[in-house]
């Protein structure tokens, strides 16, 4: 059987949840399957094949067309519904890792992973340029026409029935998994030394890492930060005999690459009182990652919505303790692995931040019921089963 799938994801000069999603995940299918032929399609104008990792494996090949974005996107694709990818690779099924314009015979078995629906849900944190784009793909259309949904998670799933109205019996929830590289780090390695350098971190500061944009609820961090802050000297910390004095300055650091609607982040960090106490870093290196969670004493997402949430769970098997919104996906991904909060509640999150902050019991106990947490999500189990979802189909 011939598998074609969607590779534009790696096309992306920054890897996100997206991109990274779709290299772990495609690396994992081609590592166990050697009886199915994938080939994979991309598309660009410009060279951008050193952004296409080496998927060394016999049995896949790779297929470059060089239209113009926008002409194959928004004129081929959407008004003449032409090339047909399935026929042009020849394959039996076609799987997208991500929404994108597309077009495909009537015979071709198509399957589609949905990460999230925040666009349907909440399109005011995203640009107009954005909704226009998620409009012109007419999700809703795709996802009907689909036939197989992998949805992220349980959350995911809901939101795909609820606001696209396709039958549950079409979807399937598989998580994605956790790369091995995400572990504790023995705090003699040299490396770490380097990065904590490199980005000029703190000795002791709380991390958020992601794309920096409203959904993610920077601006809810840096308030509720403040108030830790002003108040870590009163009586927020209630774990008797177990908090540490309060006295060691916590600093913030804010990792990620800005994104629509990051000028107001920046503004209100200027304006906090202990702005010299918060650090943005900007993007973060793929290799730098896992040793700037185990150089956070805790990781803090309150995002308004994730369809799954890499980050927190990465913190989790690296041994760091996190702070979770109690919405949408986190309290199903995270379980009871992190502290849970209201991302609306200013001062929830301030409390969770000092108890946290001062009290090492319970960052020792979150630290190693996390890493178990963490165990429980691999690339090989959801390969697997993405595998299985081709033969069903097949």
């Avoid at 927020?236 to 107001?264: C, F, K, M, N, Y």
Wanted: aromatic share 14%; proline share 6%; with cysteine.
């Amino acid at each position: 059987m011939v598998i074609g799938i969607d590779i534009r994801p790696l096309m992306d000069e920054y890897y996100s949840g997206v991109s990274e999603y779709t290299r772990l995940l495609l690396t994992a299918i081609f590592t166990q399957d050697k009886i199915n032929h994938y080939k994979l399609f991309y598309n660009s104008y410009r060279d951008l094949s050193a952004r296409v990792p080496k998927f060394n494996f016999p049995n896949v090949t790779v297929v470059k067309f060089s239209y113009p974005n926008k002409i194959l996107n928004y004129l081929l694709f959407k008004i003449f519904h032409r090339p047909k990818i399935d026929l042009k690779l020849g394959a039996d099924i076609f799987f997208m890792p991500n929404f994108n314009f597309l077009a495909c015979s009537k015979r071709c078995r198509r399957v589609i992973t949905v990460h999230d629906l925040s666009f349907l849900r909440y399109p005011h944190y995203f640009s107009t340029r954005h909704n226009f784009w998620q409009r012109s793909i007419n999700v809703k259309k795709m996802l009907r026409q689909a036939s197989r949904i992998v949805a992220v998670s349980n959350n995911t799933k809901q939101d795909v029935q609820n606001l696209c109205r396709v039958s549950p019996k079409k979807i399937v929830t598989i998580y994605p998994g956790v790369s091995s590289k995400y572990r504790p780090i023995d705090p003699g390695e040299p490396y770490l030394a380097e990065v904590k350098k490199k980005y000029q971190l703190p000795d002791k500061f709380m991390l958020f890492l992601g794309t920096i944009e409203p959904r993610k609820n920077v601006e809810g961090i840096l308030e509720a930060y403040e108030r830790f802050r002003q108040e870590q000297h009163a009586d927020l910390v209630h774990w008797e005999g177990q908090a540490e004095t309060g006295d060691e300055t916590v600093s913030l650091v804010i990792a990620g690459r800005p994104a629509w609607g990051q000028r107001s982040v920046y503004e209100q960090a200027r304006k906090n009182k202990f702005a010299g106490d918060i650090i943005f870093t900007d993007y973060i290196t793929d290799e730098d990652r896992p040793y700037l969670y185990n150089l956070a004493a805790f990781f803090i997402y309150p995002s308004f919505y994730e369809g799954f949430g890499f980050p927190p769970l990465e913190a989790a098997a690296c041994g760091t303790p996190a702070i979770v919104s109690n919405v949408s996906s986190l309290p199903e991904i995270m379980g009871n692995a992190a502290i849970l909060a209201d991302p609306f509640n200013i001062s929830e999150l301030a409390h969770a931040m000092a108890n946290l902050a001062y009290d090492k019991k319970l960052r020792a106990e979150l630290a190693r019921v996390g890493r178990e947490r963490a165990k429980q999500f691999s690339w090989e189990k959801s390969a697997r089963e993405i595998i299985k979802v081709f033969a069903e189909l097949g």
